[in-house]
């Protein structure tokens, strides 16, 4: 399984970025993904997560709701994650993850249940 991140990037705030992973494994459509961030010497923290299948359950963290959107495209693959009225506290660096068990429909907001990560890609906002 390999998940691969891309669309990070340098903006200022207010700005919007879309960041898209796409996963190597033929089952995706099966699980649950999920974006997670991280900055320097913090742990590793939920941002959005999105229900396995059609994706119709999506949950965000408080301090994104409203701003950021989760979405899936199961014939390609990939989770996407549009990041829109960036600030400062954004900055970090946003990692996908996998379910690690098929078929769930509840949040994946618990990093220890997460099956595999990808290497994360750098999100820096300015003001």
């Known amino acids: 399984v390999q998940l691969v991140e891309s669309g990070g990037g340098m903006v200022q705030a207010g700005d919007s970025l879309r960041l898209s992973c796409v996963a190597s494994?033929?089952?995706?459509?099966?699980?649950?993904m999920a974006w997670f961030r991280q900055t320097p010497g913090k742990e590793r923290e939920f941002v959005a997560s999105?229900?396995?299948?059609?994706?119709?359950?999506?949950y965000y963290a408080d301090a994104v709701k409203g701003r950021f959107t989760i979405s899936r495209d199961n014939a390609k693959n990939t989770v996407d994650l549009q990041m829109d009225g960036l600030k400062p506290e954004d900055t970090a660096v946003y990692y996908c993850?996998?379910?690690?068990?098929?078929?769930?429909?509840?949040?994946?907001?618990?990093?220890?249940?997460?099956?595999?990560w990808g290497q994360g890609t750098q999100v820096t906002v300015s003001s």
């Open positions: 999105i229900s396995w299948g059609g994706g119709d359950k999506k």
């Open positions: 494994f033929v089952t995706f459509r099966n699980y649950a």
């Open positions: 993850a996998t379910d690690s068990s098929p078929y769930n429909s509840d949040s994946l907001n618990d990093r220890s249940r997460a099956g595999y």
